[in-house]
Nanobody, 121 residues
């Protein structure tokens, strides 16, 4: 079994910062891509940022220059540093990882339970 647990969400004023963390645990053989998605009320889930096992990153245009994704492979952890937050960044943020489980030949997509980020104006 594999679990992803996010932390670090909360309430912040516009212009402020938050740092999200997501730890993967369980019967993990290897982790490929890791990433963050978000879903605002009434909207579809959207990609925020991804990072490969080698450290290559990809960002949605609406967070470029404000958010930074990073990972610690030794700790099976991915981070999202969010700066210059805007009210429109308010959403539930979900961690996603492509994981190969011990004893499995193929990788699978795993999701965390989500952490709420609220940015007040």
């Amino acid at each position: 079994q594999v679990q992803l647990v996010e932390s670090g969400g909360g309430l912040v004023q516009a212009g402020g910062s938050l740092r999200l963390s997501c730890v993967a645990s369980g019967s993990i053989f290897s982790i490929n891509n890791m990433g963050w998605y978000r879903q605002a009320p009434g909207k579809q889930r959207e990609l925020v940022a991804t990072i490969t096992s080698g450290g290559s990153t990809n960002y949605a245009d609406f967070v470029k220059g404000r958010f930074t994704i990073s990972r610690d492979n030794a700790k099976n952890t991915v981070y999202l540093q969010m700066n210059s937050l805007k009210p429109e960044d308010t959403a539930v943020y979900y961690c996603n990882s492509r994981i190969v489980r011990i004893g499995w030949a193929l990788s699978g997509d795993y999701w965390g339970q989500g952490t709420q980020v609220t940015v007040s104006s």
